[in-house]
């Protein structure tokens, strides 16, 4: 089993920045992608950015290329999603999705929503 747990969302001003982490535990060697998604209310969940175990590869949505950036530290198990310039239409709950089975891209990891492991969630609001 492979365990995904959330932290750093919170209230923030438009135009601050946030850091998302997401620490996984279990069978970490497993997963071949892990991203992140959000959720809006009303909204169906949403791929945000997603990143390869392999070769590090990477995928953002349009609505936010420029704005945030995922990485991942291989030594402690963690993947992160820095958010800069956050305008309100960010504001979601963040999950932290892993897929350990085959996915031919990270974008259609992202895209299709194909993670078979999810986090708890972490709410992000941005609001003046």
């Known amino acids: 089993q492979l365990q995904l747990v959330e932290s750093g969302g919170g209230l923030v001003q438009p135009g601050g920045s946030l850091r998302l982490s997401c620490a996984a535990s279990g069978f970490t060697l497993d997963y071949n992608a892990i991203g992140w998604f959000r959720q809006a209310p009303g909204k169906e969940r949403e791929g945000v950015s997603c990143i390869s175990s392999s070769d590090g590869s990477t995928y953002y949505a349009d609505s936010v290329k420029g704005r945030f950036t995922i990485s991942r530290d291989n030594a402690k198990n963690t993947v992160y999603l820095q958010m800069n310039s956050l305008k309100p239409e960010d504001t979601a709950v963040y999950y932290c999705?892993?897929?350990?089975?085959?996915?031919?891209?990270?974008?259609?990891?992202?895209?299709?929503?194909?993670?078979?492991?999810w986090g708890q969630g972490t709410q992000v609001t941005v609001s003046s």
């Open positions: 999705g892993a897929r350990t089975l085959w996915v031919s891209t990270v974008q259609a990891m992202c895209v299709l929503g194909l993670p078979d492991y």
